[in-house]
């Protein structure tokens, strides 16, 4: 069963965070919910729908930015106060908007995440977990990775409250007290967790960075993994999550926001899995979701807030469309009036526009004028793909995208992405003085708010991508974005690794504190905690990207061990780390342990992508020609079946070999790389033989190249 919903938009706020819109409890079985916002202006909004017009309930006065809103209340009665977090303090509302509770936790970082139930209030800074019962400092946890989100599990099976923290390690860590009573691996970093029923239970939703949802039951002291939703569609990132039933069928359906404004409503079916019954695609990145009835009684709808603070409804009620089947379709009375409103206000907005104009136009034609640079928001995120091995970037900006300058100082791809409609340009760059290897301009169409962008950098070569964003501002006006590119840039972090793969092994010893290689490891990989883990030593895994091979890291004061089964990786970090600890002065004592079969490894699981690629780009050469034989002739039956075939896929073909442009070189690198350092390890210098190491690979056969490694 399919559901049919209808878009309204409702009202505009300020820029908004995660997290930050609520449906307060109705007061009748059918009766319309009022909603409450929180911006990053410090606003609180609470409004209800009358006759299709939002009457505003109340609204508070600007202050510091609001991260985080949630519904608490005495247990067993309706959850209709507001808490609201803004730096280290949380404030309480009740639902006429009288302030009743300002509660400073006194940590030194923002909160960044909180959960209310009863007389609990439980919130999170970056790495901290505070657990108070009325006011009262009850728990405290020091995690070893970024804490995004945090939710409580309450049920008869369990004897106490159980903390769940979603970390950005790809763990959900479950709290007894101030202890860590076991944690759970999950497929991604988890971004977001939400309770799968409203009213307590020991199910939990989470959402991750990359796209993926699944279920999960707590339990005293383990959990069990129900379910879990791939994101084979590559869309964005999970940011909010809510359960309501808007199909009607008596289950609670899943509703999801993602970061690419892709809203959707999960159903299940008779096996009880989950399956997509409705989507709807926003603009912008949607921060907040519910499911309740706002805009008409006895009509469910989805309710979302976006960042730059649009709140709209999917609803259920059914569009009104007057006349008969003949008949041109009919405005209503009440849409008629309201068409007649919104056209009165904008000509009001047009003359206060003109006003404002020719005011600045004075103004700064005095001589005791001073320009002020407009003040405008961004939100970006650069994260690391896994399915293609690329940098996603994305930039999302409160008002439309005039153009984007994209600076590199190291060798970057830029990767083809289907959802980008701007037009890029490149400039030709003067890598040697100016340090400058890219320069792409974007020019964005008309309200264009998002942007997203693909890199791939190469492994080994590191240093950083700026982006220059310049909105349709008057006056124009320029933020800078800094990303750093680091030496294992491909690497993500994982759960465990192959212990029967052939590793090589690099030893460092030396006067070094923890901290210190602490910091050299996070400069070399990504997804590594800033800051210093708790404990006397570490051990991190990680597995490469693009080729699928695997790095461990253990490391304490004094000295660090690194294992993986490509001798390049072990290279970049000898070479890195040694660079490091130079700038610091210290003396480092580095001892290899090189096992040969590694490297034949590696050739191994290159292998399979060369071949494909290989293939890919002789089928690429083949199409033009082949296309000319068949216009000539006038069909294409006198070819051979493989070449029918290159024909009927040629646009599929091109398209891959588009969006991976390359792809090719950058493999024939990592395999001339692997030679060079296989022999850099035994004090030889192979340069002079690169040649004929690529006359092999332009005549590809595996054997012959394993060969040409142990002969060379």
């Not at 508070?60 to 730096?87: H, W």
């Not at 709807?280 to 706002?294: D, K």
């Not at 595996?702 to 142990?710: P, V």
Request: hydrophobic letters at 35%; glycine letters at 6%; aromatic letters at 8%.
């Amino acid at each position: 069963m399919e559901v049919q919903l209808n878009r309204v938009d409702y009202v505009q706020v300020g820029v908004t965070s995660q997290k930050t819109m609520r449906l307060l409890p109705a007061l009748g079985k059918k009766a319309t919910q009022k909603v409450a916002i929180a911006d990053h202006d410090g606003i609180l909004t609470c409004f209800g729908m009358k006759k299709g017009e939002a009457v505003p309930v109340f609204k508070t006065l600007p202050g510091q930015k609001i991260v985080r809103m949630d519904l608490g209340g005495a247990v067993g009665t309706p959850q209709e106060k507001v808490f609201v977090c803004a730096g280290s303090q949380v404030r309480g509302f009740t639902k006429k908007g009288k302030q009743f509770l300002t509660f400073e936790a006194n940590l030194t970082e923002s909160i960044n995440a909180m959960h209310v139930s009863g007389a609990d209030l439980f919130v999170c800074a970056s790495y901290i977990y505070n657990h108070y019962c009325d006011c009262k400092d009850q728990d405290y946890f020091l995690s070893g990775d970024k804490i995004n989100d945090i939710t409580c599990v309450s049920s008869e099976k369990l004897s106490r409250l159980i903390a769940v923290l979603a970390c950005q390690d790809r763990v959900l860590r479950v709290l007894q007290g101030s202890e860590l009573a076991y944690d759970i691996e999950v497929p991604g970093p988890p971004s977001v967790l939400e309770l799968y029923s409203k009213d307590g239970g020991e199910e939990i939703l989470y959402g991750t960075t990359d796209g993926k949802i699944g279920l999960v039951q707590i339990g005293e002291r383990s959990a069990t993994p129900k379910w879990e939703i791939d994101n084979d569609k590559k869309k964005g990132g999970i940011l909010c999550i809510d359960t309501y039933d808007i199909i009607g069928d008596g289950v609670n359906d899943i509703l999801v926001g993602r970061d690419d404004g892709t809203v959707e409503v999960y159903g299940f079916d008779s096996t009880n899995e989950p399956t997509l019954r409705f989507e709807h695609v926003l603009s912008e990145s949607v921060t907040s979701i519910q499911g309740g009835c706002v805009g008409k009684e006895s009509y469910d709808e989805v309710l979302t807030a976006t960042y730059t603070g649009w709140v709209t409804g999917l609803t259920t009620e059914p569009q009104k469309a007057e006349g008969g089947p003949g008949d041109e379709v009919r405005m209503s009375k009440e849409t008629q009036s309201k068409v007649e409103a919104l056209r009165a206000e904008l000509e009001q907005l047009q003359v206060k526009v003109l006003q404002g104009r020719e005011q600045y136009q004075q103004t700064t034609q005095s001589s005791t004028a001073v320009s002020a640079v407009p003040i405008f928001s961004i939100n970006d995120k650069f994260t690391l793909c896994q399915d293609d091995a690329s940098y996603s970037l994305t930039l999302e900006v409160q008002t439309a995208i005039d153009n984007l300058l994209l600076q590199s100082d190291v060798p970057i791809d830029l990767l083809d992405v289907d959802k980008n409609s701007a037009v890029v340009s490149f400039s030709e760059c003067d890598s040697e003085p100016n340090g400058n290897f890219l320069l792409a301009t974007y020019r964005c169409q008309a309200n264009t708010t998002r942007l997203e962008l693909k890199v791939r950098s190469i492994e080994g070569q590191y240093g950083t991508l700026q982006a220059y964003i310049t909105p349709r501002l008057q006056p124009k006006t320029c933020q800078v974005r800094q990303y750093q590119i680091k030496p294992l840039s491909l690497h993500q972090r994982t759960h465990s690794i192959d212990p029967d793969r052939p590793m090589n092994r690099l030893s460092l010893v030396g006067q070094f504190s923890f901290a210190e290689i602490h910091s050299w490891v996070v400069f070399c990989l990504p997804e590594v905690p800033e800051k210093t883990p708790a404990g006397e030593s570490i051990t991190f895994y990680f597995h490469n990207t693009f080729l699928g091979t695997q790095l461990e890291a253990t490391y304490c004061k004094g000295e660090g061990h690194f294992k993986s089964d490509n001798i390049s990786t072990i290279s970049i970090l000898s070479d890195v780390l040694s660079k490091e600890a130079t700038k610091k002065k210290i003396n480092l004592n580095i001892s290899y342990d090189i096992n040969d079969e590694s490297v034949s490894h590696t050739l191994r699981m290159i292998h399979p992508k060369l071949e494909h690629q290989l293939l890919l780009a002789k089928k690429v050469q083949l199409v033009d020609a082949l296309k000319e034989l068949q216009v000539h002739e006038g069909n294409a039956d006198f070819l051979i079946p493989e070449y029918r075939s290159i024909l009927d896929e040629s646009a599929s073909l091109l398209e891959e070999y588009k969006k991976q442009p390359a792809h090719l070189e950058r493999l024939y690198g990592m395999i001339t790389d692997l030679f060079i350092d296989k022999f850099k390890f035994k004090g030889q210098n192979v340069k002079t033989k690169v040649s004929s190491l690529l006359e092999i690979l332009d005549n590809y056969e595996l054997n012959a190249l394993l060969e040409f490694f142990s002969v060379a």
